[in-house]
Each structure stands twice: as C-alpha cells, then as structure tokens.
C-alpha cells in the first residue's frame, strides 16, 4: 500500500470528515486539512462547528445540513459537486452517520455517481468498545435507545438471544430508567459497561454486573452526567440448553396436545433431541 504525508482535495467530491468527540487535540491533521481546503462545509450544526474552525482558524464557509432538512438539501449539495466543488460533510462529534445526518446525502451522492472519501478519525462507538474489557470481535451497534420504557423493553427482549456485544447511545435524562427496563429484561447479572464523557476531563468507563453497576450509579448523580455509551454483554446460553424458539413453540403444542406427540413435533420442527425437550415439558410445563 502506498503512503502519502500531503492533502489534496479533489474537485466534485465529498469528504466525509470526523471531529472530535471530546479533546480537540483528536482531530488529524488531514480533517484539518480538508476542512481549510473544501468549497463548503455541510455540518449538523453551524454555530457548534463554527467554534470549531475557530479553534483551527479555518474560514471555509459552513451550510446546515441536519435531520430535518437534509432530505430536501440534497439535491441542492449534490448539484454543487457536480458542478465542481467540493464539500465536507461534518457531525457536531464524531464520525457522520453514525447515530448522526448524512445518510441521505452519502446515498444520493453514490447514486449520482458522486465520488465520496471517508476519513478515520473519532467515533464513541469504536471508543468505548476498545476500552470496555467485553469481546470485540463481533459487536452490533443499536444507535440510541426507545424514548418510551416499552419500547426499550421490546428492544432489549429481541436482542435478549444475541451473543455479540451490543452497545447503545443513551442520554443522561433517560440512563436509570433504560438501566432498569434493561434489568427487568435481561436480568441482574448480565454485564454492562457504562462508557461516559469519552476523552474528556471526567472521563468515566466503569462495568459491573447490571444490578451492580445500577447500585454505583446511585451513589453519584455526578456518574450520570455527560454523553454516554451503553456496552452489554452477549448471551451466553448455557452448554446443550435448549434454544427459547423450540421451548415456545413446546408451550404452545402442548396446549393441544399431549407433552409427549407435542416434544415430538417441536424437536422435529426446530431440529433438537425430543427427549430433552419432553424433559424440560415434565419439569416445567406440568
């Protein structure tokens, strides 16, 4: 692979550009880079990246581009890099499109034949995964929880089963309720990381067993402070459990039918030992 040390900004191109998170010394010098070097910044919100590139002494010009228009300015930003300039596209932390605008105009713009350059740089999901002690190697980003507790149940019930890191944005207003809809669904000892305030002066990574880590918090309303990222812990089913599919669809034959004819047709139907599932109908279901 070949190296280069020098930014050049193409014309008709779109960068997309992470800013820090926190410490501004995360930004690279190649988002610097572009960011004095494109036609137009489209940024989430002016007045917070104006700060910003204050902060670098960059001047480019900014044009907001959020969740409530950018469907409609698309068109706009896509017609002003077809016709030669260059604009980066920029979130008020972070990487764009993650949890933040952009996605619309990323999409257009590949439809259009626009060409599109990721940068690396900041992003609080990646952040916190790297520090949070749960396994890395297969992970799934939820994006921000359900405002209302029922849906936050429903979320964490569908993803009740998944063995892989699951990690949520959450804000300080709403992070005992989800941590208690959480427990109720996923139970006192799944473990949980709370990532909160990332690269900032009071930067916190803690992880406890869920009902523990909700018993810490209550110790410190200093500890709900700040942006935050939830890290849960994958199931672990138990060595030769049973899967829950072919233990529901056991409770419903059985209703109808005798245990035994019903353990039959489920572990044909889900492909487990039918002995085992008439043992666990014996302890459970009569």
Not at 151 to 172: K, N, V
Not at 201 to 227: C, F, M, Q, V
Not at 259 to 276: D, M, P, Q, R, Y
Request: proline share 5%; glycine share 6%; hydrophobic share 45%.
């Amino acid at each position: 692979m070949s190296e280069t040390n020098s930014c050049t900004v193409d014309a008709a191109t779109l960068y997309i550009v992470p800013t820090p998170i926190g410490n501004l010394a995360d930004i690279t010098q190649r988002a610097l880079d572009v960011l004095a070097k494109v036609d137009l910044i489209a940024a989430e919100d002016t007045r917070h990246t104006s700060r910003l590139l204050t902060h670098f002494s960059i001047s480019t010009r900014t044009f907001a581009l959020h969740d409530h228009n950018e469907q409609q300015k698309a068109d706009f930003l896509i017609e002003k890099l077809q016709a030669g300039n260059s604009i980066a596209l920029v979130s008020d932390a972070g990487t764009p499109l993650i949890s933040d605008p952009g996605y619309h105009l990323v999409n257009r713009c590949r439809q259009a034949g626009v060409k599109v350059v990721p940068l690396p740089g900041p992003c609080a999901v990646i952040t916190a995964l790297s520090a949070a002690g749960l396994p890395s190697d297969r992970f799934s980003f939820e994006g921000f929880l359900p405002p209302k507790s029922k849906g936050r149940r429903d979320c964490f019930q569908a993803l009740a089963e998944d063995e892989r890191t699951l990690i949520f944005y959450e804000s300080p207003h709403r992070i005992m309720e989800s941590l208690a809809d959480m427990l109720a669904v996923l139970g006192p000892e799944r473990d949980v990381v709370l990532a909160r305030e990332l690269t900032k002066t009071y930067e916190t990574i803690h992880g406890a067993p869920l009902a523990e880590l909700i018993e810490w918090l209550k110790l410190d309303s200093n500890r709900i402070r700040g942006e935050m990222v939830l890290l849960v812990a994958g199931h672990r089913a138990e060595k030769n459990a049973l899967p829950a599919e072919a233990l529901r669809t056991l409770a419903l034959l059985v209703k109808e039918l005798p245990l035994k004819k019903a353990s039959a047709l489920a572990a044909e139907i889900h492909g487990v030992k039918k002995n085992a599932l008439y043992k666990w109908g014996l302890e459970n279901l009569e």
